[in-house]
């Protein structure tokens, strides 16, 4: 019936259920969506292609690109909770302004012309606090991001903390490698194949992990009890060198342990991407995940994680 804070009556059903809007519906997202019971899901893609395959895992497709601001005028109050999952754009030094992502920018500005959602959860990367020296790393540790490919994720948590003093309820996850053996490219498989060498274990790194299905926890709960403004390190326990990782890995699959070389020998043989990851060395505490989103995680560790033993 009509009354006096809803002259028009009851909403209709649709629009009383909880709407999460998906920005970025990859593996991860696919993943969220598959947890969902009683929620209305929506998922933003510039491919008219995958609107049929959203559509038969019950995900309404909306389509638009973040690289196209006109195109994301629709979303605005379309999401009670947003889930933005899409990396920023790949840019070079000589582009202008490379260390800004327009993609964030452009998705705030489309939610502002309307109610804001809900909540919005981020997925940043852990690649913001830079090289540590192999030190563990708390969210209270300000960001020393030294790659393009960071410093635009670091624009990108700036750009959603300004949005929350406007009443956003952003929490922002800060996420290591991602692996699974049902994702694509999610295993250290092909790498060992290719014979791609590791740094002897003098000049090694720390590498984090989470694992796809965890991560997808992670981000449910982020969206549903994550606190506004906060920042989670989203990790599992392994916190392995990334020599006895790929040696792990290669045992695991019975294949040759890659070769270890010195830096100064990878300087010269490996590409400048792979070079940044053996660049960084950190070990992520993940206290407030676990207090904070309650998270227990089903592969607490990589081993576990790549074997298939979650916890039961």
């Given at each position: 019936?009509?009354s006096n804070q809803n002259p028009l009556g009851a909403r209709p059903a649709r629009f009383r259920r909880q709407r999460l809007l998906i920005i970025g519906c990859g593996d991860v997202g696919q993943r969220v969506a598959k947890a969902q019971r009683g929620v209305r899901l929506l998922a933003l893609t510039s491919s008219p292609e995958r609107c049929a395959e959203l559509r038969?895992?019950?995900?309404?497709?909306?389509?638009?690109?973040?690289?196209?601001?006109?195109?994301?005028?629709?979303?605005?109050?379309?999401?009670?909770?947003?889930?933005?999952?899409?990396?920023?754009?790949?840019?070079?030094?000589?582009?202008?302004?490379?260390?800004?992502?327009?993609?964030?920018?452009?998705?705030?500005?489309?939610?502002?012309?309307?109610?804001?959602?809900?909540?919005?959860?981020?997925?940043?990367?852990?690649?913001?606090?830079?090289?540590?020296?192999?030190?563990?790393?708390?969210?209270?540790?300000?960001?020393?991001?030294?790659?393009?490919?960071?410093?635009?994720?670091?624009?990108?948590?700036?750009?959603?903390?300004?949005?929350?003093?406007?009443?956003?309820?952003?929490?922002?996850?800060?996420?290591?490698?991602?692996?699974?053996?049902?994702?694509?490219?999610?295993?250290?498989?092909?790498?060992?194949?290719?014979?791609?060498?590791?740094?002897?274990?003098?000049?090694?790194?720390?590498?984090?992990?989470?694992?796809?299905?965890?991560?997808?926890?992670?981000?449910?709960?982020?969206?549903?009890?994550?606190?506004?403004?906060?920042?989670?390190?989203?990790?599992?326990?392994?916190?392995?060198?990334?020599?006895?990782?790929?040696?792990?890995?290669?045992?695991?699959?019975?294949?040759?342990?890659?070769?270890?070389?010195?830096?100064?020998?990878?300087?010269?043989?490996?590409?400048?991407?792979?070079?940044?990851?053996?660049?960084?060395?950190?070990?992520?505490?993940?206290?407030?995940?676990?207090?904070?989103?309650?998270?227990?995680?089903?592969?607490?560790?990589?081993?576990?994680?790549?074997?298939?033993?979650?916890?039961?």
């Open positions: 019936m009509p038969a895992q019950g995900i309404t497709p909306l389509l638009g690109n973040l690289d196209e601001p006109r195109s994301l005028r629709r979303l605005a109050g379309l999401g009670t909770r947003v889930l933005h999952l899409a990396p920023p754009p790949a840019a070079s030094e000589e582009t202008p302004r490379w260390w800004l992502d327009p993609r964030t920018t452009a998705l705030v500005q489309a939610l502002r012309r309307r109610a804001l959602p809900q909540a919005l959860v981020y997925a940043s990367t852990s690649g913001v606090y830079g090289d540590c020296g192999g030190a563990w790393v708390d969210e209270s540790r300000p960001p020393a991001a030294h790659t393009g490919r960071a410093m635009r994720r670091v624009n990108a948590e700036r750009t959603l903390r300004f949005a929350g003093r406007q009443g956003l309820r952003a929490s922002i996850l800060r996420i290591p490698g991602i692996y699974a053996p049902d994702r694509v490219g999610g295993t250290p498989r092909a790498r060992l194949l290719r014979g791609t060498p590791v740094l002897r274990r003098e000049d090694d790194v720390y590498t984090n992990h989470i694992h796809a299905d965890d991560l997808a926890r992670a981000c449910q709960a982020a969206l549903w009890r994550g606190s506004a403004q906060r920042v989670y390190n989203v990790a599992d326990a392994s916190a392995m060198h990334m020599g006895d990782y790929f040696d792990f890995a290669a045992d695991l699959y019975g294949l040759p342990r890659p070769p270890r070389v010195s830096r100064s020998q990878a300087q010269g043989e490996l590409p400048l991407t792979l070079l940044s990851f053996m660049g960084e060395s950190r070990r992520l505490r993940t206290t407030r995940m676990a207090r904070e989103l309650r998270i227990a995680l089903r592969y607490p560790t990589v081993a576990q994680g790549l074997q298939g033993q979650p916890v039961r």
